[in-house]
């Protein structure tokens, strides 16, 4: 380690100001190198150093750099798991430390398992629940007030004072109604833990450390977060294994389901009696000999009335919860000090969060806690970026904030500017009825800003945004402001994207999640009774169909396959015979379709001008592949195309280019490691339904593993889109004179060029002022439709659809007309839909035409 000597003389000061000072780590475990710019004073003998951070010019002892450099502490754990540890003085370490664990340890003792969590969480459920709707409703109301009445614009010293009191009560108020409601939200207590440590740390640092730096006081948070997480973790870890009866286990969900403030759920079974007619349940759940003793009559299903009471298990894993909620602020205490980029960090940290989410997930449920794991850990992350809000606000000063704002916006901008009219339509369908409503706010407010006897701060008129809006009018001038930027977007495009958002979200919850259900469903009762044989056949033509459509890919053939040979085939040869049946004709089927789309459509089609643009034969992208796909041999990058690249364009252009067949058919077989994840979901996932004669799941655990496997799809499908991009490139990259030398497609090339001239000419025409009057009601009424029929669909799911199951039948459970899926309310969202698109059809129909006349 190296700092600068003090010296009196002024050369020598003036070589020393702004020196370098460079501390590393000559030890086994060399973790990093600590840069800082240090100055020095010639005006004091023991010279103290400036040391420059961020906002703030700190004066620190050179005797105290002394001690803080003999005994730093520093990461002992380095890699990819593990946050970047800043170093910090040793004293300061023990004390945060110790500030880290209080709440910690509070947390661990009333919250958790380890110490009286049943008795709180019963306590809080039996005794103060019935108080929490009268307290929401008084900080809902005064929240609503303060919004009312302009409380972000008090700016006199009294009106500074009355906002931080009536938000401090309002914070605290949160907090204490979402302990109220901890048994029936039994995931409050950890987000609240994760918001309060936050905010007890900030006061820490207001208060004991004042002199220091804001944000190299945060990036010092990380080592005693870190720390603290790993003893926790351990303890917890060390009681579960210190004797049985602390151990997870469905016994002990159910002996301590009413103790922890659960109450039974007899509306799962009406048929069914599970009471044991003095307010309990039939059953005795007897944790010593891990048993379920059942009363006479009392019917084993009744187990099922606390499938909704996820507390026990909330209470059992609470210090993992905290573990966890620890390590997520180490990490973003140790981004504020990071020596890598803040792109790279950010990458890391969401890739190990979202596996740590992940793998408690696929934990907590084959521990049978997964939906209310689901949601505790939603809980949680909010919670955390919450965290995150809080430790940026005191590590970054105002000005300081607002240019790191304005510097990701225009950052944005440069990026993705030309596609921010798709995410303006997302934002348009989704949040109309939400702006709606701001504006109906935003009316009220402005009417009593127009009364003069209320005396407060109006908003500032002299920034950028706010400039020249004035305010006389019917809406605030914050409201005027969001008016006047959405009067700067191009409202067709943005209205048209929004009304695809919504098309796309109907197919996703209706055709797919419902209608695609009963098809499934009908498919494997009707084909339950075939031989297996007859049933291949009729999925291999369903299959090759389906593949035959361009814009069809492989996956949902790959599930249809893995959930209807499964219950077909199991008598013949069984679960695991089944499986490998099926990826065998999933396999074949590929295969064949990459052989017809190749041969008879690229081979026979290659003359025609329509399929060679539909495949986009000019493109870079499919030039590129073609002169990958030429190359003899099968090498990493060819296959990586033929596997990860579009399904029906890819094999196409096969066919276009004139390849041999078997090469190709090669080529592709590594489609397997893409098969075998996806048929397993959709076997998985019809397991999960398949009970019992006694009602019980037969495969309780495959609902989970279903959804490991649909991951496990995802990542692959992705993975192998990403491969075949990274090689198509480096094409790009080190090829490019072979790509330059390539002949155009001349005929593609015109036909481009008129749809190009076509697309200019309808940009053209559809200019929101331009547009008459007839159009603009049109596509406004296209729109409304559509954002009326999302909502319907997602607040009245129940309203609007029948309960229906893969296993069910349409002869029992919809007695005999399939029709009877979809309820009254879901007719009227389906005729809006319909209405929608109708309305954009013509719309667009009436634009072709009149850019079609434009453009010759």
Partial sequence: MSFPIPNNSAAADEANRNKTVSFEYETPLEIEKVERTEAVHSSE??????????????AVDSSQISDESGGRVYNTFAGFLFPRITPIPPMAFVVLSLVVALPSALYVVFFTKMGYGLTTYYYLSEYVEGYASYLGLALGTGAFLLYLFDCYYWTSDIGIFLRKLFIGIIVLGTAVFTLFTSGRYPYGPIAIFVVLVSMWLVVIGRVVYKDVNP????????????????????????????????????????????????????????????????????????????????????????????????????????????????????????????????????????????????????????????????????????????????????????????????????ELVEKYGPHFDIFRGLLIVTCTPVFLLYFFISFIIQRIRSVTFFVYSKPPDNTQSLRNIGYTGWFTIEARRLIREFQSWNRTKVFTYAIYWGLAFMILSVIVSQFTLLFLSWLIEKTS?????????????????????????????????????????????????????????????????CTLQQKM????????????????????????????????????????????????????????MGLELIPILIGTLPIIFLITPTLLT???????????????????????????????????????????????EQTVTTRQDELDAMPIDQEVKDADERGEAIDTAYDEVTQWRSLPALAKGVLGASLATMITSCYMVQLFADLCFTEYQLTYTIEQHLDGDWKNLVKPLGIVANCLLLGSVVLLYGFRSWAMRKASLTAY
């Fill in 682 to 728: 959709g076997s998985f996932t019809y397991m999960s339904s398949v009970r019992l004669d006694d009602g019980q799941l037969e495969f309780p655990w495959a609902g989970t593993v279903a959804t490991i496997c649909a991951a496990l799809t995802a990542f692959v499908q992705f993975g192998s889109m990403v491969v075949a991009a990274y090689f198509l």
């Fill in 529 to 593: 009774a075939m031989p297996l044989g007859t049933v291949t056949a009729i999925l291999i033509a369903i299959g090759m169909t389906m593949f035959l459509l361009p814009p069809v890919p492989g996956v949902p053939i790959y599930l249809t396959l893995g959930i209807v040979i499964i219950p077909v085939g199991r008598s013949t040869f069984g679960i695991y015979g089944s499986l490998l049946y099926a990826l065998g004709v999933s396999l074949c089927l590929k295969l064949l379709a």
């Fill in 215 to 410: 944000k190299i006081y945060v990036s010092w948070l990380s080592g005693p977060l870190f720390f603290n997480a790993v003893v926790v973790f351990v303890a917890w870890f060390v009681w579960t294994m210190l004797k049985d009866e602390n151990e997870w286990s469905l016994i002990l969900s159910l002996a301590e389901a009413e103790e922890s403030g659960c109450e039974p759920d007899y509306s799962v079974y009406p048929d069914i009696d599970c009471s044991d007619g003095n307010g309990g349940v039939c059953f005795t759940a007897d944790i010593d000999s891990n048993t379920l003793t059942f009363a006479d009559g009392c019917d084993e299903m009744c187990t099922e009335v606390f499938t909704g009471c996820y507390n026990t298990f909330i209470i059992w894993v609470g210090p993992l919860l905290v573990s966890l909620g620890l390590l997520f602020l180490s990490f973003l205490a140790s981004f504020l000090r990071s020596g890598s980029s803040p792109e790279q960090e950010t990458t890391k940290f969401v890739q190990i969060w979202m596996f740590l989410l992940f793998g408690m997930w696929v934990g907590a449920s084959l521990a049978g806690a997964g939906a209310g794991v689901s949601t505790t850990l939603a809980a949680v992350t909010l919670a955390c970026f919450i965290a995150v809000s809080i430790f940026l606000a005191i590590s970054y000063g105002k000005i300081e904030r607002t240019e790191q704002l304005k510097r990701i916006g225009d």
């Fill in 45 to 58: 003998v023991e010279s103290p150093l400036e040391i420059e951070t961020g906002e703030r010019t700190e």
């Fill in 601 to 656: 459509i690229g081979g026979l089609l290659q003359h025609k001008v329509g399929v060679r643009q539909f495949c986009g034969v000019n493109s870079s992208l499919m030039r590129s592949m073609k002169l990958v796909l030429q190359q003899p041999g099968l090498g990493i990058a060819k296959v990586s195309i033929l596997v990860g690249g579009p399904d029906w364009p890819t094999s196409v252009l096969c066919g276009i």
